[in-house]
């Protein structure tokens, strides 16, 4: 009998795993009695591994949920608070309260992969022919210029406050060159700005994700002395993997689908291509969403205009959990320091480069470049945990990218106020031109809409 029920139980077990099977479990094979000291193991076990996965759902339900509560907050309140900078404190607030478990960290992971999908093929979606016809010169003169000046501002000042570190000095200038191109999204949708000072935003923070990207790969292969070849094969291999963006974009659109089925296909494919080959998953959606696109609007840009807010309040809140201040504390006197000097190289660089593409707005221009996030973020973790000895360095660097955080969203509405094209502060209704405007410069900033 007792075996005849232990056979059942196991049975049983392979199809649901429930506490009446594990205690069967125990008695049942071999017809040996486990000691009470076993079975208490066991039922800990299973404890563990399945409260854990409970407590780690039920984290990240709670968390957005409660930025959902703080995005009702802010639609009501008299003073204007950028939704990206409410959404990360909010997360890194609910990471300080909540407990925290491996479950909750792969959910997070998760749905940030997805969120940071649907604010690249957004992203994309404005980089199209016109735009990037119209600005793809002032643009790129603008960045020859500036980042250069960035990186040795920060080069310096790094090499400064870590002698003994000045190897690694070109590794967090390269990390200073990035801006992230989903905040800065996020914050000229929130302003409703329309026109070319914003579209020009958007274009610079891509191509300064793209190039923080590019040449940190590049220089890690020879601060480790790993030689021209592995340099070059990571870049290939990074190359490949983003090349299934556009390619699954352009074999899907020639499907006719729903621009719904469309968004749930790149996805998968773009997702798959990161999780097999370690892909760069931004740059490859940004690309995917600008091949739909380049030609003429696709019919899923209707699609993602309507579910970007749950994008951006999904991704910003839960990389707000990645945020850990204590970190950086240690380091936090480096940290003011070296981001001053990115700062100061954003206003040098963003004034020479305006002037050197003829471009308005050259004392403003700094403001829209100061926030980095997620790729900063990642770019910090991956210096410390290949050069371990460069500790100190990227977590000083790491704080500077909290401070960034805590002050770039302000800064991009107030240079959109201040460049005339914050058309919702201005009190123009939302998705049509300001009335101040003249028909000509509607006509002209209708194609670079935002």
């Not at 029920?5 to 429930?18: D, I, L, P, V």
């Amino acid at each position: 009998m007792c075996t005849e029920a232990g056979e059942r139980g196991g049975a049983f077990c392979g199809s649901q795993r429930t506490l009446t099977c594990k205690i069967s479990s125990l008695f049942s094979s071999h017809n040996e009695r486990r000691s009470e000291k076993e079975l208490v193991m066991v039922l800990e076990g299973w404890n563990v591994v399945d409260v854990d996965a409970y407590v780690g759902a039920a984290s990240t339900v709670l968390c957005l949920a409660a930025a959902v509560f703080v995005r009702y907050v802010l639609s009501r309140a008299p003073v204007r608070v950028p939704q990206a900078l409410a959404y990360l404190l909010t997360g890194a607030c609910a990471d300080w309260l909540l407990p925290h478990s491996k479950a909750r960290a792969h959910a997070t992971k998760a749905f940030v992969d997805v969120a940071l999908c649907v604010v690249g093929f957004e992203i994309g979606a404005h980089l199209n022919r016109e735009v990037l016809w119209a600005l793809w010169r002032p643009v790129a003169k603008l960045l020859l210029v500036m980042i250069p000046v960035v990186f040795c501002t920060v080069a310096v000042v790094s090499s400064l406050l870590y002698p003994s570190l000045r190897r690694y000095a070109p590794l967090v200038a390269i990390i200073a060159v990035e801006r992230s191109s989903a905040e800065a999204m996020a914050g000229i949708n929130e302003a409703n700005a329309v026109g070319q000072f914003a579209s020009a935003t958007m274009c610079a923070a891509t191509l300064m994700d793209v190039s923080a990207l590019v040449a940190y790969v590049l220089m890690s292969a020879v601060v480790g002395a790993q030689g021209v070849v592995a340099a070059g094969n990571a870049l290939l291999g990074m190359a490949a993997a983003t090349a299934v963006g556009p390619l699954s974009a352009i074999l899907i659109n020639r499907v006719p689908t729903t621009p719904q089925v469309v968004l749930a296909l790149m996805l998968c494919a773009l997702l798959g291509a990161h999780y097999v080959f370690h892909g760069e998953l931004l740059l490859g959606a940004v690309i995917a969403g600008s091949t739909l696109n380049f030609s003429a609007p696709h019919s899923t840009a209707l699609v993602l205009r309507r579910i970007m807010p749950a994008g951006q309040l999904v991704l910003f809140t839960l990389l707000g959990t990645r945020i850990q201040p204590s970190k950086y504390a240690n380091e936090m006197t480096s940290a003011v320091i070296l981001y001053a000097s990115r700062i100061a190289g954003l206003w040098i660089g963003g004034a020479l480069g305006s002037v050197a593409a003829s471009q308005p707005h050259k004392n403003i221009r700094w403001m829209t470049l100061v926030t980095q996030l997620a790729l900063a973020l990642l770019l910090v973790f991956r210096m410390e945990e290949n050069f371990p000895e460069s500790a100190p360095l990227a977590r000083a660097y790491g704080g500077a990218v909290l401070l960034a955080l805590l002050t770039g969203p302000s800064a991009l509405q107030y240079a959109l106020v201040r460049a005339g094209e914050a058309q919702q502060q201005q009190g123009a209704p939302k998705d049509d031109p300001s009335p101040q405007k003249s028909k000509q410069d509607v006509d002209s900033n209708s194609t670079t809409a935002l």
